[in-house]
C-alpha cells in the first residue's frame, strides 16, 4: 500500500512506529502497552480576566494534582489545506441561480486565494494521551478496556469542567492521526478509509 511502503531495512512503517493495532478506539504496542486519545479544545486565557485566568489556573492544578497516572499532552500545528475548501465553495457556484451570488463566491474565493499566498493559515489540535501498561500475562482485553475506558470518562468530565470542549478519537482516527502525521502530503488529497483501516488492522500490509 501507498502510505505503508517497505523501506531498504525491509522493515514496514507500522513496525518502525511500533504499532501492533488499533482495537475499539484504543491503540495497541509492543510491551504490552495501550494508549487512548482524547482531542481536546483549548481555552483562550487572553480573552479572560484576571480573576477568571486565576479559577481556570487553580482549576487545571486540582485537575493535574488529582491525576492517578501520567499524562501525555500533544499540540499538533498544520497547514490547513484551503485549497480543498476553495474547490467546494466553488463547486456550491454550480448550485446558484442568481448571478450576484455567483460573483460573490468569485470575489471570496479570489480573497481567500490571495491571503493565503501571502500568509500561511494554521490549524491548532490539541491532544490528552491516556496510556496504560499491562502487568498481567492474561491481557484480558476485556478488562483492559474497562480500565481505560473508566480513567477516559474521568479525565474528560475533569477537562469539561475547566470548559474545555472533548472528544474521544474511534479507531479510524487514531489511524489517521498518525497517517497525517507521516504522510502529510498525500493526507491533504487522500483521505483514509474505514475499509483501508480494517486490512492495516488484520496486518494485511505487513
Known amino acids: 500500500m501507498w502510505f505503508l511502503t517497505k523501506t531498504n531495512s525491509k522493515i ?21 502497552e495501550y494508549r487512548m486519545i482524547i482531542e481536546t479544545s483549548s481555552v483562550n486565557l487572553e480573552l ?6 486565576d ?7 486540582n485537575f493535574l494534582n488529582s491525576l492517578s497516572i501520567s499524562l501525555q499532552i500533544l499540540i499538533r500545528v498544520r497547514e490547513v489545506d484551503i485549497d480543498s475548501y476553495l474547490e467546494k465553495i466553488q463547486e456550491s457556484k454550480t448550485h446558484e441561480k442568481e448571478q450576484a451570488y455567483k460573483s460573490q463566491i468569485d470575489n471570496y474565493t479570489d480573497f481567500v486565494a490571495k491571503l493565503v ?3 500561511k493559515i494554521l490549524q491548532r489540535k490539541f ?6 501498561q499491562s502487568s498481567s500475562r492474561g491481557n484480558d482485553f476485556r478488562l483492559i478496556k474497562e480500565h481505560m475506558y473508566l480513567q477516559r470518562d474521568i479525565i474528560a468530565r475533569s477537562l469539561e469542567k475547566i470548559g474545555m470542549k472533548t472528544k474521544v478519537l474511534d479507531s479510524l482516527e487514531v489511524l489517521d492521526l498518525f497517517y497525517g502525521f507521516y504522510n502529510p502530503s498525500q ?20
Do not use: C, M, W
Open 117 to 119: 499566498s501571502k500568509n
Open 12 to 32: 514496514s512503517s507500522r513496525r518502525q512506529i511500533d504499532i501492533k493495532e488499533v482495537k475499539e478506539g484504543i491503540l495497541v504496542l509492543p510491551n504490552h
Open 55 to 61: 479559577v481556570l489556573i487553580d482549576s487545571f492544578q
Open 48 to 53: 479572560k480576566s484576571e480573576d477568571e485566568q
Open 127 to 132: 491532544y490528552v494521551i491516556i496510556p496504560y
Open 187 to 206: 493526507a491533504k488529497t487522500q483521505q483514509l478509509k474505514n475499509d483501508v483501516t480494517q486490512n492495516l488492522t488484520k496486518g494485511i500490509y505487513d
